[in-house]
């Protein structure tokens, strides 16, 4: 159904701001819950219960709704799933956005399995830059840890990244104690000889799945403290609109990100949401509270009635999660809303 010509939407971006004073930049849209992995820590063996094609957001759907988020102010968009590439025609869904008004950076998480295939086509298409989950260079245990992945594939589509002049690249690595924390410095050695960004991440209790590998758990407090006793780590700074505090190592242009949501959060500078493949606008990553946009959007809401809902929802926001106080608020699995 088309909107409303009659509601015009807003001509000049402005600030989105919730109810703690916190400016919205930073959209992750996830464009499917399906990921072509089965990471133990996101998504259980043998789910099944995606989201239905019927119910996912068009392409048309999506560019309405960023559209109206960048006339609101946001600069930033972020394609995630699942793994964003099993949805087909993604390329043509990043041209579109990457066109949009006021849209300064359009990027891409991804597991890189099927980067071969797309990474030319991608940065074609104006993505900037990529993150890759990568948790093992060892090929039996990346297999263990993603359920069926295989390692051969993700390091090619990292190759063909580069190769496209993809960059930044920023591997993220959760880590996991007695799981991959034999692994820290090869990660480190392998990202700098490729030229990428290695950043580090502290599970979270999302879903049973999270929640399970919270025995898992490493306070990356302690993960920099091992990895300065192997490199001089100075204060440092990589573009982006994530969480992540960095480090440099000295005389090397290797960057080290540690992204902390347990041990230090960072919900009093958070600038993002994200919108699920369903529609639905999830306002913290560690809350169950969401908008859904969808039926809005097919009951022909305005552009400019769009823009409304969204800036009310923002309200929604919460100051900070509860992952500590919590752990158990959150039921839905990572891959339903995305990285």
């Not at 090929?139 to 993603?146: H, L, Q, W």
Request: proline share 4%; with cysteine; aromatic share 8%.
């Amino acid at each position: 159904m088309d909107a409303d010509p009659s509601s015009s939407p807003t001509k000049q971006t402005a600030a989105l701001q919730d109810n703690f004073g916190r400016t919205i930049k930073y959209v992750r849209l996830s464009v499917t819950d399906k990921c072509n992995m089965r990471c133990f820590y996101c998504l259980p063996e043998g789910f099944k219960g995606f989201e239905v094609p019927d119910n996912w957001l068009t392409f048309d759907e999506i560019e309405r709704v960023i559209s109206a988020f960048t006339r609101l102010g946001v600069s930033r968009v972020r394609l995630t799933g699942g793994e964003p590439l099993v949805r087909k025609g993604l390329p043509e869904l990043a041209t579109r956005l990457s066109a949009l008004d006021n849209l300064e950076d359009l990027s891409l998480s991804t597991n890189a399995a099927l980067l071969t295939r797309h990474a030319k086509a991608l940065k074609n298409a104006g993505i900037s830059r990529i993150n890759v989950s990568l948790d093992s260079l060892r090929a039996d245990r990346f297999k263990s840890i993603t359920g069926n992945g295989k390692l051969a594939e993700v390091l090619a589509g990292l190759q063909a990244a580069k190769d496209a002049g993809l960059s930044p690249v920023k591997i993220n690595t959760v880590a996991m104690k007695d799981v991959n924390d034999d692994e820290f410095i090869d990660l480190v050695n392998y990202c700098g000889d490729m030229g990428f960004t290695l950043r580090f991440i502290e599970t979270m209790p999302v879903g049973d799945t999270g929640r399970n590998a919270s025995d898992s758990y490493l306070d990356l407090q302690e993960v920099k403290k091992t990895l300065s006793q192997e490199f001089d780590l100075i204060p440092g700074f990589v573009a982006g609109g994530g969480p992540a505090r960095y480090y440099k190592v000295r005389d090397n242009d290797l960057h080290i990100g540690f992204i902390t949501p347990i041990s230090q959060h960072f919900c009093e500078t958070c600038n993002r949401v994200r919108i699920s493949v369903d529609g639905s606008l999830y306002l913290c990553l560690g809350d169950e509270h969401k908008f859904e946009l969808r039926p809005l959007l097919r009951q022909g809401i305005s552009d400019a009635g769009l823009e409304e809902v969204i800036a009310e929802a923002i309200h929604l926001k919460p100051e900070k999660h509860v992952f500590n106080s919590n752990p158990n608020q959150v039921i839905r699995f990572m891959s339903m809303t995305g990285g």
